[in-house]
């Protein structure tokens, strides 16, 4: 059995849509129970991280209160070294939407993802479409066929991603342009996957979508 932690749900991001998604993607696992999932909240992440779960899931942005004067951020220096000690000792982690946003570019959560989110237009039809990951071993990067597509009208985002040190394997396009969807690498003996979509309960509860969450949380978890 694997144990997967999840850490989801923010100012912008009920964690009720985000964990219904979550669910349905996983429940085939979970159902045989080759996976025992849980739910933790960032207060108590790093005490968690010392349990050794196989994988984390954060569905989160650092943004605790991004609509005040006064913004505060939750994840401070000792949480992040925790997240990364994790990680580079064999962990994995699994940063879905909101957990690519707000963290700072220079930080080292940013530097282990080796992207992160940057902006989002309106929500409109957003086209995302797995592609051919290039020239690195199957270990590296998430197995993912190529040319699996899927449609919603959604949040584009947009991000940077350092191409160069991680493994693309989905692009995304609206009227507004093109991004990259997804990327996973390998971080120390750890495993990081990173993935854009979504935002709505409609698009969370795409089935393609939902077998691409599923294809990285097990990568993640080593279970592929």
């Keep these: 059995m ?36 849980s739910y933790t909240t960032v207060k108590y992440l790093a005490e968690e991280l010392a349990a050794k779960p196989d994988a984390v899931i954060l569905y989160k942005d650092n943004n605790i209160n991004p609509a005040d004067e006064q913004v505060q951020q939750w994840l401070g220096d000792e949480t992040e070294q925790a997240i990364l000690r994790y990680v580079r000792a064999g962990g994995g982690w699994f940063a879905w939407h909101s957990g690519l946003a707000s963290y700072p570019a220079e930080g080292g959560y940013a530097q282990m993802t080796r992207g992160y989110f940057q902006h989002h237009p309106e929500q409109k039809l957003v086209r995302s479409i797995t592609v051919e990951p290039a020239g690195r071993s199957g270990e590296e ?15 584009h985002y947009f991000v940077h991603c350092d191409e160069a040190s991680t493994t693309v394997f989905m692009r995304t396009y609206s009227e507004d342009g093109q991004s990259i969807g ?15 979509p979504a935002h709505n309960r409609e698009s969370l509860l795409h089935p393609v979508l939902g077998e691409l969450v599923n294809a990285c949380v097990q990568w993640c978890a080593r279970m592929a």
């Design 141 to 155: 990067h998430v197995n993912i066929a190529a040319d699996q597509a899927f449609e919603t009208v959604d949040e």
């Design 182 to 196: 997804g990327w996973s690498h390998a971080y120390g003996e750890g495993r990081v996957c990173c993935l854009t």
């Design 2 to 37: 694997r144990t997967i932690l999840a850490v989801i749900g923010d100012y912008y991001h009920p964690a009720e849509a985000i964990a219904e998604g979550l669910q349905q993607s996983l429940a085939p696992f979970m159902e045989s129970g080759d996976i025992e999932l």
